[in-house]
């Protein structure tokens, strides 16, 4: 099966097998590089921040994710499958494993509440934005699949790019609400 094949967009010869979908892909690669500088930055007095290291650590890998999905939909190099599915995977690891410390620590300590009751409502809104951002690119990603009732292959409107955008936002709200050294100071 060639690469991008169950993704709607019609593959086109050349340079760019899936033109949509791998313009929106960019999203990721904005947002990993947005997350590096923000996590590069300073905390207050020009001391480092404690979240700083994880924030980088998680821009590279959304970047690197937005990169090889580029590549898979575009020109589709012999790495494209492994550099799109390896940093589709070093993101979704990163995110639950945080999740599961998190909720681990909380545990240890005895609270059984949701993660976010505590937190200060700029972290609350950001958090419950990525649920639904990412609630909302499963949903367009299953609806942009190539047996989809929905899928039109020649359309400049594509669920699975909606699925990139969606989940580029959703990642960082995600950072906004729990890794950002900025948010951390705040709340």
């Known amino acids: 099966m060639a690469l991008g094949a169950g993704d709607c ?15 929106s892909a960019l ?7 947005w997350l590096v ?3 590069l930055r300073s905390g207050a007095a020009g001391r480092p921040s404690p979240g ?8 590279v890998a959304v970047a690197a994710a937005g990169l090889g999905s580029v590549d898979y939909h575009g020109p589709g190099s012999p790495a494209a499958r492994f550099l799109h599915d390896g940093g589709l995977y070093a993101v979704v690891g990163l995110v639950a494993w945080h999740e599961v410390a998190r909720r681990v620590g909380r545990a240890r300590l005895g609270r059984a509440e949701l ?16 649920l639904g951002a990412a609630g909302a690119g499963l949903a367009c990603w299953w609806a942009g ?4 009732p929905w899928c039109d292959p ?3 409107l594509q669920g699975h790019a909606a699925w ?24």
Do not use: K
């Open 164 to 187: 990139h955008l969606l989940g580029a936002a959703a990642l960082a709200c995600w950072v906004l609400a729990t890794l950002d050294p900025p948010a951390q100071a705040r709340s």
């Open 154 to 156: 020649d359309s400049l």
């Open 9 to 23: 967009e019609r593959l086109h010869d050349g340079l760019i097998a899936q033109p949509v979908n791998t313009v």
């Open 37 to 39: 500088g923000r996590g």
């Open 115 to 130: 993660p976010w009751a505590r937190w200060a409502p700029r972290r609350r809104t950001a958090y419950l934005a990525a």
């Open 145 to 148: 699949r190539t047996a989809s």
């Open 27 to 33: 999203a990721y690669v904005a947002v990993g590089a």
């Open 52 to 59: 700083r290291p994880a924030t980088v650590a998680f821009g």
